[in-house]
């Protein structure tokens, strides 16, 4: 019986990343075209592939409808080759790293190194990328930037159509290349919010919304990411945290004894109630918790947050609680690094929080448009167990601690008046964002 045939080992072509960041100006060829539809770019080299994914899409005026991968070593799809993945295709275990941990200079470091990119298994649009020169990094470099370039790139799902006489079928001009809209692409500040921190997940919905966004109001939010963040005195965090503070600070020591259906008890309620602003114009009873509901949405709240917790009934000081009780700086921070749920957890909790955070980072009138959220989390096709649309009420029970949170340290409000921010939620927002703390005012 003849021995079964070893199968091809997959060979290893990643590069370890260069000892400091560049611009890498690169040129990319659209296989088999003709005549030869190119474009150049300066890219800079700390960029994960996924964002290099999206600066090609701007350049070619592609619209990210498809799966894609690149890879070292030769053909895409070959057995002996080092492919980056797609999302998609790394969590249906095709084998490969996924692109969103691979940096550009991982892949090439002298000019002349190419890197190879496919996209659209169907149309199968093959690309070669070819590292032209390694220029000095700048400060002030965008992620991407498109210099040169010629002829018009395929539209989206028209075939794999490569020659000017193809093209011209489905092509006002196939010769025609607009440097400046790809420009306006590859550069809008959406896709450069990498740049300030925010999470991919988070800069992939945006560019989703942002096609059917009319009105330029994402982008026009996106570019106050890139303004420098307004910094809060410490006197204003007390202000804004004052119901977390009296919280921990009556909570030290033996705690708040709790009835024996894990309640507040009616001394403490009627406590509690006097530093809540939502609690001053409470017109139900407030000698129970069960009957005071800010303060038993607040008090939760803070367990949530990890700042309290019950033992042997009563509601006692956290570690985390006890680390922050005389520091507003130090707790709004706490605040800030527990207000994204887990993604995998439950999508939808995960980018409501999201959408939340970003129009509460960005607002110029303080409000917070809860509906329009709602809308938005529609068109990404979300929708309730019965079927039913979103509504801005599903928003704010439903999005984890991110609205709780921002609700909790602003100044109270009435239905259907919407929420307005405080300028501590607002630079939470933008600390749980971004990832960059809020700092301590000298």
Same mark, same amino acid.
């Given at each position: 019986m003849d021995a079964v045939p070893e199968p091809p080992q997959r060979e290893h072509f990643r590069k370890p990343q260069l000892p400091d960041p560049a611009v890498f100006r690169v040129r990319i060829d659209l296989d088999d075209s003709v005549p030869p539809i190119w474009r150049t770019i300066e890219l800079r080299s700390e960029m994960t592939l996924d964002l290099v994914h999206l600066a090609i899409q701007g350049a070619f005026g592609w619209w990210?409808?498809?799966?894609?991968?690149?890879?070292?070593?030769?053909?895409?799809?070959?057995?002996? !080759?080092?492919?980056?993945?797609?999302?998609?295709?790394?969590?249906?275990?095709?084998?490969?790293?996924?692109?969103? !941990?691979?940096y550009l200079d991982e892949t090439m470091h002298e000019p002349g190194d190419i890197l190879t990119y496919v996209y659209d298994y169907g149309d199968h649009w093959a690309l070669t990328l070819r590292l032209d020169a390694v220029l000095p990094p700048r400060h002030d470099a965008p992620l991407a930037v498109c210099v040169d370039g010629d002829r018009a790139a395929p539209p989206e799902d028209c075939?794999?159509?490569? !020659?000017?006489?193809?093209?011209?079928?489905?092509l006002p001009d196939p010769a025609h290349f607009d440097i400046e809209a790809a420009n306006t692409t590859m550069t809008d500040p959406v896709a450069q919010l990498p740049l300030v921190g925010v999470p991919k997940p988070a800069v992939d919905m945006l560019l989703r919304l942002q096609h059917s966004d009319t009105s330029g109001d994402i982008s026009t939010r996106a570019a106050r990411l890139f303004e420098l963040a307004t910094s809060i005195a410490p006197e204003q965090l007390s202000v804004d945290l004052a119901p977390h503070i009296w919280f921990l600070l009556r909570a030290q020591g033996e705690g708040f004894p709790l009835t024996a259906a894990g309640y507040l008890k009616p001394v403490d309620v009627a406590a509690a109630s006097e530093v809540l602003p939502e609690m001053r114009d409470w017109i139900h009873p407030k000698g129970r918790e069960i009957d005071a509901w800010p303060v038993l949405q607040f008090r939760q709240s803070l367990q949530r947050l990890g700042l309290l917790r019950e033992l042997k009934g009563r509601l006692l000081l956290t570690k985390a609680g006890a680390k922050v009780i005389d520091d507003p700086v130090g707790l709004a921070n706490h605040i800030v690094g527990k207000l994204l749920p887990k993604s995998h957890d439950d999508p939808f909790r995960a980018d409501a929080a999201l959408l939340i955070l970003f129009y509460a980072a960005t607002t110029e009138d303080s409000v917070l448009p809860t509906q329009l959220l709602a809308t938005l989390l529609n068109a990404l096709d979300y929708r309730l167990s019965t079927g039913e649309p979103v509504d801005k009420y599903d928003v704010q029970r439903m999005s984890g601690n991110a609205y709780d949170a921002l609700e909790a340290m602003s100044p109270p409000y009435h239905w259907p008046d919407p929420l307005r921010l405080s300028p501590t939620a607002v630079a939470v927002a933008r600390a749980g964002l971004t990832g960059y703390p809020i700092e301590r005012r000298a």
């Open positions: 990210d409808y498809h799966l894609y991968r690149f890879v070292l070593g030769g053909d895409p799809f070959a057995a002996t !080759s080092e492919p980056f993945l797609c999302d998609h295709d790394y969590v249906e275990g095709d084998d490969g790293e996924p692109a969103v !941990s691979v075939g794999h159509l490569l !020659s000017t006489e193809e093209l011209a079928t489905v």
